[in-house]
């Protein structure tokens, strides 16, 4: 099983919380977060990612800094069951308010979602998606040594697709 909560060295990756709903907001609505993402609501990502933990086992946890409290972002892994490439993967993700680029926070995360994935699933590969222009994340996937597997279209988008296999 996923844990459902689990430290980092620098964050705590927990469940969600209706109140967490507006710093979610927050992050989305920041001009440079939306060059690469859409804006989404975050009262139904919540509820979504509340249904996936319940559904699937897993799912993206609310990144907090421990001593403060804040949502700073969402990390962790999602099952596609729409994915065009293979049958219902596991996705390692990302995303950090502005304010917490640069750190190394989103590669931190999302080894602990790599980790899990190792310990926890069977899944013979892990993958990630994004967008070609995505430099960053594409940054995030080559440091925790996902290497780019192909390009597709999904969810209306041209989206690159990378992969770590067992
Ligand atoms: C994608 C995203 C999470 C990447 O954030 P990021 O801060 O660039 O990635 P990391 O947290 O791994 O940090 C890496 C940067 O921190 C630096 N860094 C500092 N300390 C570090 C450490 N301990 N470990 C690794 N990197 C560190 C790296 O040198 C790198 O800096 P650079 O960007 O100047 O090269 C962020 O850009 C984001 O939220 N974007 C919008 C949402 C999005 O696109 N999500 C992905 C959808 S597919």
Redesign the pocket.
Known sequence: MIPHELRTERMLLRQWREGDAEALEEIYRHPE?LE??PYRDPYEQIGRFAREWREDGLSHWAAVDPESGRLI?RIGLLRHHDWPESPSPVEV????HRDC????????GGRAGLECWRAHLDDPQLIS??TPA?R??R??ME?LGLTLRGETHWHEHDVIWYALDR
């Open positions: 977060f690469h993402m972002g993700g990302w995303a950090l680029w640069g750190r190394g926070l989103a590669t931190e998606i994004t995505n960053r994340s940054a995030v440091r």
